[in-house]
């Protein structure tokens, strides 16, 4: 079985989150560019992602979706990069809680943010409660140590770096201090730096002015 790691992604989307689990890790890859609309709802790419979406990869034979997942099975898959705590190790529950946390509650409430959905009196339906208390939880995570799983930086903090990233540049986030410190630290890490500069130079210059 061949081991090629295989990004399939677009330089404007969550591909970024995985471009940058990438480059943490720092084994050999290859980089496939999807179209929206196009090749990403072609029938060789829904072979990968049946829900036409990026971004995933395709490490051998084993292919994984959605951008936590992504960023846990590099964690395990490429364990001399050092990016998830030691099983049995005490920071191995707060680098799971803060990996889906991420991609649970703090997702989901930006979205609701943006999207100018009111969820006011119903905190009991909506899995993330309401987006202040989500706010408030993550600011107690990044406050009380240097990274989510204490003084190690996961790959917890890549997927919740780059929403924290993301929420602060386009609004669906408080510039909270403490997430301005935070992402400050994470996002100048060299890794964060080269998939940020690979993923730019791949964006497609703005059609001309009519």
């Not at 990233?165 to 890794?191: C, D, H, I, N």
Request: net charge negative; proline share 8%.
């Amino acid at each position: 079985m061949s081991d090629e790691l295989v990004l399939y992604t677009h330089p404007q989307s969550r591909g970024r989150i995985a471009r940058w689990m990438m480059e943490e890790v720092g084994a050999p890859y290859r980089t496939e560019i999807l179209e929206y609309g196009g090749s990403m709802k072609s029938p060789e790419y829904l072979a990968i992602n049946p829900m036409g979406k990026v971004p995933a990869i395709r490490h051998g034979d084993t292919v994984v979706t959605e951008g936590a997942a992504i960023c846990a099975y590099m964690a395990d898959a490429f364990p001399d990069a050092k990016l998830a705590p030691p099983h049995g190790s005490k920071a191995r529950g707060p680098y799971y809680r803060w990996l889906f946390f991420g991609a649970g509650p703090v997702e989901m409430s930006m979205m609701t943010k943006m999207m100018g959905f009111d969820t006011a009196g119903k905190e009991l339906q909506v899995g993330f409660g309401s987006v202040e208390h989500v706010m408030d939880a993550l600011e107690a995570a990044v406050s009380r140590s240097p990274y989510l799983a204490g003084d190690q930086f996961t790959a917890a903090d890549v997927y919740l770096g780059s929403h924290v990233g993301w929420g602060l540049q386009w609004g669906s986030m408080e510039k909270r201090p403490a997430f301005e410190r935070y992402y400050e630290r994470v996002s100048t890490r060299p890794a964060a730096v080269r998939a940020k500069e690979i993923d730019d130079a791949l964006v497609p210059a703005p059609a001309p002015a009519a």
